[in-house]
Structures are given as C-alpha cells and as structure tokens.
C-alpha cells in the first residue's frame, strides 16, 4: 500500500532518451568451491595417486627378473599418459643421494632415472595416503588452470648406481607436494570434476599448517545439504549460462524473477535477481543490468521464475536473444526451502484478502488495449513486468497512442483507494505513436505492497468522476468500477475506449 507523491511541478512533454550502459572493467572470477568439494577431490586424488601413480612408479622400481625392459618402459608410458597426460612437467629429483644433478627434472628424465640408476631393482616408494593425506584449498594457476595441492609424507629406498660413483644405499623421508590438476563443469549443476592428472611435484619442509587432514570419516551428503544456500545455487545458474554465451558478449540484462512467473516482486525475488547479476558480471565481464523497460536492448537477456517442488526450490532461468533466434533454459532444484525460511524472505507472492478483491475490481474496469488500429501502451521506467519500487525511489510513467485521445491515469493501492493522477490529458500531433513522458514525478513512500497504474484512452473526451482532496491528492470516492470508462457521451461500444495496466510492487529500503 504505497503512494507516491506527487510533486508540485510538471515536466515538459518529451520523447523517451536513456544513456547508454558505463562499460565495466572486466572481472573474470574462477568458479566458487566448496568444502564438500575439496573433500570430494581430496578423495578422489588419494585413490589417483595409490592405483595410478605410487603403484606404477614401484612397478618401475622392482627386479629385472620380475619385469623385461620392454615391460617397464610400457608401465612407463602408462604411467606418464595416466597421471600426467603425456605432459613433462617438472618433479623434485630425489633419486640421486649424492646431491649433485638439478633438484628438478622433467617427470620424463625422472622416469629414466628410476631405470638407469636402481638397476638393482630395490626402489621402493612408500607414502601415507591412507591415513596421512592433507590438502589444500583449490586454486588456479597462471594459465587459469586449476589445481589443488595435496601433501604426502613418503619414504624412498633403493640401491643407487650411476657407475661413476660407487654404489650407495639411498633412504630418504621427505614431504612432498603434489599439485594435482583437474577440470571443472557445473553447466548442468552436477558439479563434474574429471581429469585429473599432476602438474607438477615439490619437496616442502613440512606440511603446512593451512592444509586439512582427510580423515575419511567426512560425510559428503550432509556436507553438501548443508552448503545449499542461494549464492551456490545461483553459482551453478551462473556457470551454466556463462557456458552459453560467446567470448564477446559485452551487454546483459536481467529482469526480476518472480514466483511462479507471476510477475509479482518478493524479497526472495529480489535476492536472487541480484545475486545473479553481480555473479554474471564478476563471471563474464560483461555489463550486467535490471531489465527496467520493455525496449531496452542488449546482447542477451535473463528472465526467469521460482516455485516450491516438494522441500526445495526450483529456480528456472531463460537466456535468450530474439533478433538471433536464441533461447536456453536452466533449472536448478538444490536449494532447501528451508534456507529461505531459515532467512526470513518472503517468498511467495502476497495474495491476501485486499489484493484479491483489488484484482478483481481492476479486471472489471479494464478495456481492451487496442481495438483495431486504435492502442495504448503503458511503461515505467522499471519496463512491465515485475515492476518493483524502494521506498524514496521515483516512479516515471510513459505511455504511447496510436491515435490522437484524450487519456485517464489512475493509480489503485492495495486496499482499493484510488487516486486519480490526471484526466482528460490530451495527446495529438507529433506526440502520436511515440512513448511520452507523463507530466510529473512520483516518489515511493510508506504503506507498501502489491498495487496497479491503470491507463484509458479514449477518442471522446472522459466524463468527469466524482473525487475528494486526501493528501494534495483526487482520491475517487466509492468502488473502483465501470464510472472511470464512462465518456461525456456515455459510450464504450464500437472500440472507442483502450486501456492498459502495470502491476507493482512497492517496498522499504532495498533489500
């Protein structure tokens, strides 16, 4: 139940100019991670490194007897392609107990090392994967790969023999510092996590203290249950559309999702509409805007919807682009409704006694909006739909005529008062066809809630309606009904009357 002031001056008559969006610098984030999903990879690293890595790197170190040459330079190559994608990245060389080659090798030189200098076939490599795993947050390297590093406490024994130097008994406890790199996809909000192969491998001192222990006693499930809230939900709606759009998308906009597609504003509405917005722009460095008319233009557009499916909510967006025939839809289901219940946002769409009967007096009021080549077309500066106001924000009304017409503006609260803003306002000449700027200017204030601007033209002139001054206001006197279509000559047959409205949702500070 809100008013908006009317202020004692008028504007004059002019056509609709809006400035062009300030380009943002661009500011390309790395998707957010959980905790469940470090648990998730440390885990998954932890079998890698056991099966594909320590297994086979043993397998290198045993007799001659047990394995040909042939043999082993095939475990080799397996071991090269499975964990480190036949890449060569450089490893700590702790083969050499005398200290005298580079502390690090390509893993490739590594590997022939293990051949050339323990012909005795003695190595043996153990670790503490098992109970003694620790890992740190993941990260992105400076070629935006991403990586998280993993902490092993390992023993090395072997016979080594370069035959240059005699031969000597290497024994070694060390830390090392695998850093294990992987690909991330959340495009379908599954959080895929896959190949996962070793960028590179360093000796540290001693585990960092950052770093967690894998205890195996996590509990994924409720870990993950317990991280739904709405900037990881909207992480996953993000990600799936930063996945759709091309490398030189510049300019967004996003309208306010409402429930069930009703077009009406909640706080949860909000919440979320922003939350998407600045995570769209902190992911793609495009310039993300409200969707606050009907005409405004960019590369993509956002709109979507929620509503409650069983204890969770699905949220659904649509990224489309019309000139470009484009449309995508996205559903995501992980958050509890709980969550929001948990934060206190109003949720669902008000729909109480007040509005109901306000909605049902509106639709009796209303006339077509265009009959033959006669129409009107109501705007604010927030667009049509989803229109939603902030206490000490001001509301600009534009609306457009196909023909000359004389036109009623009235704006109905939500307990049924309506106050008449102007009639028989008379539009012709140039000003036909095009959107105009209403005269005036309307400040959001105290009550607040769900309410509706009403517009009529007629091709004859209004007959007066019956008004009282209540607050500098015309407020009309009685039931909201059929008297605000009468004409002097008391006619709506044959088309000669049109009409349009623009639901809105009026609230205190921003939330």
């Known amino acids: 139940m809100a008013r908006y002031w009317f202020l004692l001056y008028f504007l004059l008559l002019t056509e609709l100019t809006s400035g062009q969006p300030q380009p943002a610098q661009p500011k390309i984030e790395a998707p957010t991670f959980r905790p469940s999903d470090e648990v998730y990879i440390a885990r998954q690293a932890r079998r890698f490194l056991e099966t594909a890595y320590y297994f086979r790197l043993n397998e290198l170190g045993r007799p001659a007897s047990d394995l040909s040459a042939a043999e082993k330079r095939q475990i080799m190559a397996g071991l090269l392609d499975r964990c480190f994608g036949n890449g060569n990245p450089l490893v ?207 590369d993509y557009t956002v709109r979507g919807s929620f509503a409650t499916s069983g204890d969770q909510v699905e949220i659904r967006a649509k990224l489309f682009n019309k000139q470009a025939a484009f449309e995508r839809d996205l559903v995501s289901s992980d958050l509890p409704v709980r969550w929001v219940r948990q934060n206190q946002l109003a949720y669902e769409s ?64 939500e307990d049924g008062t309506q106050t008449l803003l102007f009639d028989n306002y008379r539009i012709d000449g140039q000003a036909v066809g095009q959107f105009i700027d209403v005269p005036g200017d309307f400040e959001c204030s105290s009550p607040f809630g769900q309410e509706f601007l009403l517009a009529f033209a007629t091709t004859d002139t209004f007959a007066p309606l019956e008004t009282k001054k209540q607050n500098s206001f015309n407020v009309l006197t009685g039931e909201l009904t059929n008297t605000v279509l009468r004409t002097v000559r008391g006619l709506r047959a044959n088309g000669i009357i049109v009409a349009d409205k623009v639901q809105i949702t009026t609230r205190p500070v921003r939330f």
């Open 92 to 298: 700590v060389n702790d083969l050499d107990p005398y200290q005298r080659e580079s502390s690090e090798l390509p893993i490739k030189q590594y590997l022939v090392n293990v051949l050339t200098f323990y012909r005795a076939g003695d190595l043996a490599i153990g670790n503490d994967l098992t109970d003694g795993l620790h890992y740190g947050r993941i990260q992105a390297n400076a070629a935006g790969k991403l990586f998280m590093p993993l902490y092993v406490s390992e023993t090395l024994t072997g016979t080594y023999d370069n035959n240059r130097a005699p031969k000597k008994r290497h024994e070694l406890r060390q830390i090392k510092e695998f850093r294990l790199e992987f690909t991330f996809d959340n495009s379908n909000c599954q959080r895929v996590f896959d190949n996962l192969k070793i960028g590179g491998i360093r000796r540290f001192a001693a585990i960092p203290s950052a770093s967690r222990l894998l205890t195996g006693r996590e509990d994924l499930a409720q870990m993950r249950a317990q991280e739904q809230d709405l900037n990881t939900v909207v992480d996953c709606l993000t990600e799936g559309i930063r996945r759709q759009l091309p490398a030189e998308t510049k300019h967004i906009l996003i309208d306010n999702f409402t429930f069930e597609n009703r077009g009406i504003s909640t706080e949860f509405g909000e919440a979320l509409t922003q939350t998407l917005r600045q995570q769209l722009q902190q992911r793609t460095g495009a310039v993300v805007e409200l969707l606050k008319r009907d005409n405004q233009t960019a």
């Open 350 to 413: 008000p729909k109480d006694p007040n509005s109901i009967r306000m909605e049902a007096a509106v639709k009796t009021v209303m006339a077509p909006q265009s009959v033959g080549d006669f129409s009107i077309e109501l705007q604010t500066n927030r667009g049509r739909q989803g229109v939603t106001y902030h206490e000490g924000e001001r509301m600009a009304i534009k609306l457009k005529v196909s023909k000359p017409a004389t036109v009623r503006l009235i704006y109905v609260l």
